[in-house]
């Protein structure tokens, strides 16, 4: 009993250090990308562009990479591979600010390379919560917001001091740490592995093992779930308002008088207030459905963004982000619990990174090239003022779904 204890510990451990690690890493670059392309002279529609492409193949980079870890590669393998390639583009980035083209290639090979690790991450971690009943992954999840806003805060000092190529040249080395506390981790089999295990056993008993799913059946299986679909689209439209957060704090931040040391404020404050709901969460899910957890989350979602939007100056902007902590915090691990409670484990990682690719990615195309064109059209704040009905209309669909009981 000790020696299990003290293998499902370790292994807590293992997961939040890699969690950590990657999120402070990956603050160093996304937090500040728009910051640091409108300080090297690119208007604000270039650099939300910009934002958009990357989020065009960030879409369709994470259902790929969610298929190969289900039936091909082990996600730890997926993990260590993308993010060492992801470290030079980190560190290279700012030297190529000069050219609009080298700069628009170096964010795209970073977002190949680690844009989409935070749905692998999570559906690696989920799925040894299925092995070891034991590790929580509100835990892991949490501990790498907190991370997140000790990194944002540190990040935007040593922006304001030292430039931008320092804050890069630390997240790479959070990124290489968090590789090699990964070497460390247990993978998660994926399908080959499984199969071949069964191949041996049916050998053994004279039986057949079965096959892989292909690809048609794997989208077959997800567009049947309809729980699945309501929680995709549902999603979709909460995360395109905050995706408009995102990309277009900054610009807001500095129309109400505040820099780069102010714009990791912001962030920081922003993961710190995930911290508790990320933590107590696995005890809120064994008392009060996933489902309703999910739907209270897009209240705070509303009311998050249409508070920014009206927000009178920069300090009130600030405080009305602690509402992050009921909005993502509690979406995030409950739509994960969710996943794992109602997706078979043949598309279970595929299902999750699919999530992860329309939350972050799909919600972000449409929500950067919306807000760039509303931009262009009127003001910052008329951004948030679509973002908060964008979040609006996902509320409602929300409860259409209890209403109607397709949450399952």
């Known amino acids: ?10 292994i807590q451990i293992k997961c939040t250090l890699v969690h950590s690690l990657f999120w402070a890493s990956y603050c160093a670059f996304s937090s500040f990308i728009v910051t640091m392309l409108t300080d090297y002279g690119y208007s604000s529609a270039t650099a939300t562009a910009m934002m958009t492409a990357s989020s065009v193949l960030s879409f369709i980079a994470q259902p790929v990479s969610g298929y190969i870890c289900d039936n091909f590669i082990p996600h730890k393998w997926v993990y260590i591979v993308l993010t060492i390639c992801a470290l030079p583009t980190m560190v290279l980035m700012p030297m190529l600010l000069f050219s609009p083209v080298l700069t628009l290639i170096s964010m795209l090979l970073f977002t190949v390379f680690m844009v ?40 935007g000092t040593l922006t304001a001091v030292y430039g931008h ?3 890069c040249w630390v997240g790479a080395v959070l990124g290489l740490l968090s590789i090699i506390v990964a070497f460390t981790l247990e ?16 050998s053994e008993q004279h039986t057949e093992s079965k096959s892989s799913l292909s690809t048609a059946e794997t989208i077959s299986r997800l ?18 308002g905050t995706s408009c957060f995102s990309s277009f704090i900054p610009v807001l931040t500095q129309e109400l008088g505040g820099g780069s040391g102010e714009v990791g404020t912001v962030f920081a404050l922003t993961a710190l207030s995930e911290v508790p709901a990320m933590f107590l969460m696995a005890s809120i899910l064994r008392k009060v459905a996933a489902k ?44 994960m619990a969710y996943l794992n409670q109602i997706m078979d484990y043949e598309v279970r990682s595929t299902a999750i990174m699919t999530f992860s ?39 409602a669909l929300g409860l259409y779904g209890l209403a109607r009981k397709i949450w399952k």
């Open 292 to 335: 309703k957890v999910i739907v209270l989350a897009g209240l705070f979602y509303l009311l998050r963004l249409s508070l920014t939007a009206i927000a009178p100056n920069y300090t009130v902007m600030l405080l009305v982000q602690v509402l992050q902590g009921l909005s993502f915090a509690v979406i995030w691990p409950a739509a």
């Open 223 to 240: 567009a049947k779930n309809h729980a699945y679909v309501l929680l995709l689209v549902m999603s979709f439209l909460l995360f395109m």
């Open 165 to 167: 190529g320092a804050r």
């Open 357 to 395: 690719s329309v939350t972050l990615g799909v919600s972000g195309i449409f929500g950067n090239a919306i807000g760039t064109a509303i931009l262009a059209a009127t003001n910052v704040r008329m951004v948030f003022v679509f973002a908060s009905i964008s979040a609006g209309v996902g509320l």
């Open 116 to 155: 989409q690790m935070p749905g692998l991450l999570d559906a690696w971690v989920i799925g040894l919560t299925n092995l070891h009943p034991r590790l929580n992954y509100g835990i892991s999840r949490g501990s790498s917001s907190l991370a997140f806003a000790i990194a944002a805060q540190a990040m």
């Open 1 to 10: 009993m000790k020696q299990l204890l003290s293998e499902d510990l370790t």
């Open 187 to 202: 993978p998660l089999p994926c399908r080959r592995d499984r199969e071949k295990k069964e191949a041996d056993h049916a």
